[in-house]
């Protein structure tokens, strides 16, 4: 890894490890002048740019992000009594469920728990068999797939969901890329969507829903093809809507984000949990 | 209309981006027209009404299922079922007065002796009515097959049957052989008068079943209540 | 010397260390590097020095700013601060009770 490379890897990494951009900045710099003076290579100076960030996040006590920094808002979303059964097979049996502004909820559940089916109920996709769901204020949806256009570009996606929000298009572009920013892409104008590898499709997904800022973000299984920094940016900027004062419900079969959410909704059926 | 006008436009880009299938549509028409060339010369230009709307439904057809995916999304993104449904149509519309332009210069450049004032009509209504006989397909038929292999049938039966049965009547079409006969075979008006009425009633009906259906897939549901933000 | 050792051991004094070279004079890190390379603690790498100038920046011992170097680079200068005074003061009186103990161990060992 030669060193602008490693020095762009490490502005990345501080990101992700909840450094501020002040500080990072000095970071950077001063690693950047350690290796001109020392000549030394990056690697062996410093390690791989995530440990180093680590243990810089370490030592100015930046490591996680509190877990509640302001009480939550008021109720955004508020789901009574959903249930709903495919043919014979009940997959939903009386679900309640409320948001807050500023909170986060994980649904978790084995395969087939009806985890998607949930989340497009509450976006109004699906009509559930009973109950109801109360949304106060507007609402973003990521779906888990086909929620991208393979003969648009990006910047085209900004525009389309854009103008449904009332944006203009140069409004709705920059908004479209300085949510793109944030999880560490830079969209390629000539590059169509189908051409993107699946992460930085999934990238667009997740952008396309946040467009307009929403109150409500439903997002499904939003991650899927992310590699491990994607995986970190998404988590920090789902942190960072929660503190803005959204309300973000987020389906997840990886458990180890659990204790980072506000609340918790298993859809695994009482007779499987038994 | 902000929102009709950036369906129509982001939907017509995607088209554009599909050269091959462009090329293609393109020539399906000339090779209708060509084929019947030799024998009868009527007969090429019955054919290459038919060719255009063939291409222009199957297109539809096809950017129609393509776009049910995101539909919903868009939906939640504050369009309405109209603003994508009269989008995708002006943009289909659009593909169809530009697939039919260079047709009709070569029936001006190639024929003689034929009403090419009505040969416009018979043009301008079949790409009237492909583009939502096509999304109504699609609608009614969510995989592509299906739809196409009906628009097969439609078309077939369409150049087979005898236009004179009621019905024939029935087939999307029948206007432009009804109006072709006037301005080939210089009948009386009729033929005009007759194929005017069922084009422009098939257009109409079919753009308002096109509507409909995308009205009640997109409805919005009344479990989901949307309150004002406290 | 076994290489792991000497990490654990400088792991322990490091901090004390660089805060005592920032008690003679002001400096930055590469030449902190190379002065504790050369009093005979070894290389020590970036990666372990800036965290720990980090952490005793945090804790209030020593101050940070940016200086115009004449010809080369702007430098991150470091300075020590009263608190950081006093601090070394009462654990280098540490240390020296500490590894007086140790030595007296170890002697014994060594004369055997």
Same mark, same amino acid.
């Given at each position: 890894?030669?060193?602008?490379?490693?020095?762009?890897?490490?502005?990345?990494?501080?990101? &992700?490890? #909840?450094?501020?951009?002040?500080?990072? =900045?000095?970071?950077? !710099?001063?690693?950047? +002048?350690? @290796? $001109?003076?020392?000549?030394?290579?990056?690697?062996?100076?410093?390690?791989?740019?995530?440990?180093?960030?680590?243990?810089?996040?370490?030592?100015?006590?930046?490591?996680?992000?509190?877990?509640?920094?302001?009480?939550?808002?008021?109720?955004?979303?508020?789901?009574?009594?959903?249930?709903?059964?495919?043919?014979?097979?009940?997959?939903?049996?009386?679900?309640?469920?409320?948001? &807050?502004? #500023?909170?986060?909820?994980?649904?978790? =559940?084995?395969?087939? !728990?009806?985890?998607? +089916?949930? @989340? $497009?109920?509450?976006?109004?996709?699906?009509?559930?068999?009973?109950?109801?769901?109360?949304?106060?204020?507007?609402?973003?949806?990521?779906?888990?797939?086909?929620?991208?256009?393979?003969?648009?570009?990006?910047?085209?996606?900004?525009?389309?969901?854009?103008?449904?929000?009332?944006?203009?298009?140069?409004?709705?572009?920059?908004?479209?890329?300085?949510?793109?920013?944030?999880?560490?892409?830079?969209?390629?104008?000539?590059?169509?969507?189908?051409?993107?590898?699946?992460?930085?499709?999934?990238?667009?997904?997740?952008?396309?829903?946040?467009?307009?800022?929403?109150?409500?973000?439903?997002?499904?299984?939003?991650?899927?093809?992310?590699?491990?920094?994607?995986?970190?940016?998404?988590?920090?900027?789902?942190?960072?809507?929660?503190?803005?004062?959204?309300?973000?419900?987020?389906?997840?079969?990886?458990?180890?984000?659990?204790?980072?959410?506000?609340?918790?909704?298993?859809?695994?059926?009482?007779?499987?949990?038994? | 209309?902000?929102?009709?006008?950036?369906?129509?436009?982001?939907?017509?880009?995607?088209?554009?981006?599909?050269?091959?299938?462009?090329?293609?549509?393109?020539?399906?028409?000339?090779?209708?027209?060509?084929?019947?060339?030799?024998?009868?010369?009527?007969?090429?230009?019955?054919?290459?009404?038919?060719?255009?709307?063939?291409?222009?439904?199957?297109?539809?057809?096809?950017?129609?299922?393509?776009?049910?995916?995101?539909?919903?999304?868009?939906?939640?993104?504050?369009?309405?079922?109209?603003?994508?449904?009269?989008?995708?149509?002006?943009?289909?519309?659009?593909?169809?007065?530009?697939?039919?332009?260079?047709?009709?210069?070569?029936?001006?450049?190639?024929?003689?002796?034929?009403?090419?004032?009505?040969i416009a009509v018979v043009m301008l209504l079949t790409v009237a009515v492909a583009a939502p006989f096509g999304l109504a397909l699609s609608a009614v038929l969510p995989r592509e097959l299906e739809g196409t292999l009906v628009l097969l049938i439609v078309v077939g039966l369409?150049?087979?049957?005898?236009?004179?049965?009621?019905?024939?009547?029935?087939?999307?079409?029948?206007?432009?052989?009804?109006?072709?006969?006037?301005?080939?075979?210089?009948?009386?008006?009729?033929?005009?008068?007759?194929?005017?009425?069922?084009?422009?009633?098939?257009?109409?009906?079919?753009?308002?079943?096109?509507?409909?259906?995308?009205?009640?897939?997109?409805?919005?549901?009344?479990?989901?209540?949307?309150?004002?933000?406290? | 010397?076994?290489?792991?050792?000497?990490?654990?051991?400088?792991?322990?004094?490091?901090?004390?260390?660089?805060?005592?070279?920032?008690?003679?004079?002001?400096?930055?890190?590469?030449?902190?590097?190379?002065?504790?390379?050369?009093?005979?603690?070894?290389?020590?790498?970036?990666?372990?020095?800036?965290?720990?100038?980090?952490?005793?920046?945090?804790?209030?011992?020593?101050?940070?700013?940016?200086?115009?170097?004449?010809?080369?680079?702007?430098?991150?200068?470091?300075?020590?601060?009263?608190?950081?005074?006093?601090?070394?003061?009462?654990?280098?009186?540490?240390?020296?009770?500490?590894?007086?103990?140790?030595?007296?161990?170890?002697?014994?060992?060594?004369?055997?």
């Open positions: 890894m030669n060193q602008d490379a490693w020095l762009a890897a490490l502005v990345g990494e501080l990101r &992700r490890h #909840g450094v501020g951009p002040d500080l990072a =900045g000095h970071v950077v !710099a001063e690693a950047a +002048t350690h @290796l $001109r003076d020392s000549g030394e290579p990056p690697l062996s100076a410093f390690g791989p740019p995530g440990s180093y960030a680590r243990d810089v996040a370490d030592s100015i006590g930046a490591a996680a992000p509190a877990p509640r920094r302001q009480p939550p808002g008021p109720v955004r979303l508020d789901v009574r009594g959903i249930s709903k059964r495919y043919r014979r097979h009940r997959v939903l049996n009386d679900v309640n469920l409320t948001v &807050r502004a #500023g909170q986060i909820a994980a649904v978790v =559940g084995a395969n087939g !728990a009806g985890k998607s +089916t949930f @989340l $497009r109920i509450c976006a109004g996709l699906v009509s559930p068999d009973r109950g109801e769901v109360h949304a106060y204020g507007s609402l973003g949806y990521c779906p888990q797939d086909g929620g991208t256009r393979e003969f648009l570009t990006p910047d085209e996606h900004f525009v389309l969901i854009g103008a449904g929000r009332d944006m203009d298009r140069a409004v709705a572009r920059r908004a479209g890329r300085a949510h793109a920013a944030r999880l560490d892409w830079k969209p390629d104008s000539g590059r169509l969507a189908g051409q993107l590898s699946g992460g930085t499709r999934q990238k667009l997904n997740l952008v396309m829903a946040r467009l307009g800022e929403p109150d409500i973000l439903l997002l499904d299984e939003p991650y899927q093809g992310f590699d491990r920094g994607a995986y970190l940016d998404f988590w920090h900027e789902v942190w960072r809507w929660r503190d803005t004062g959204t309300a973000v419900v987020v389906v997840t079969h990886l458990l180890n984000q659990l204790d980072r959410v506000d609340i918790v909704l298993d859809l695994t059926p009482d007779r499987e949990r038994a | 209309m902000k929102k009709i006008i950036v369906t129509a436009d982001l939907a017509l880009r995607e088209i554009a981006r599909r050269r091959t299938v462009l090329v293609v549509l393109a020539l399906l028409p000339l090779a209708f027209y060509l084929s019947r060339r030799g024998d009868h010369l009527g007969q090429s230009i019955r054919f290459v009404c038919l060719g255009l709307g063939w291409a222009l439904s199957t297109a539809a057809l096809f950017a129609g299922s393509a776009a049910r995916p995101i539909e919903p999304r868009l939906r939640l993104s504050g369009y309405g079922s109209r603003h994508l449904v009269l989008g995708r149509l002006l943009a289909l519309w659009t593909v169809g007065l530009v697939l039919s332009l260079p047709y009709y210069l070569l029936i001006l450049v190639d024929r003689h002796d034929v009403r090419y004032g009505a369409q150049m087979m049957t005898d236009p004179a049965t009621t019905a024939s009547r029935a087939l999307p079409f029948w206007f432009s052989r009804e109006i072709g006969t006037y301005a080939i075979d210089h009948t009386d008006s009729g033929y005009l008068d007759r194929g005017l009425l069922h084009g422009v009633a098939f257009a109409v009906l079919l753009t308002a079943l096109v509507t409909v259906a995308a009205s009640v897939r997109l409805r919005s549901r009344p479990h989901l209540r949307f309150n004002p933000a406290p | 010397m076994n290489q792991e050792r000497r990490a654990q051991w400088l792991r322990g004094v490091l901090d004390l260390c660089v805060l005592a070279m920032l008690a003679r004079r002001e400096s930055y890190g590469y030449e902190l590097s190379q002065a504790l390379e050369a009093a005979g603690l070894g290389p020590v790498k970036g990666g372990t020095l800036y965290p720990v100038l980090l952490r005793l920046q945090r804790a209030g011992l020593i101050v940070a700013y940016w200086r115009e170097g004449g010809a080369g680079p702007a430098r991150k200068y470091y300075r020590i601060t009263g608190d950081g005074h006093d601090v070394l003061r009462q654990a280098a009186a540490d240390w020296d009770r500490f590894a007086g103990g140790v030595g007296a161990i170890l002697r014994e060992v060594s004369a055997r």
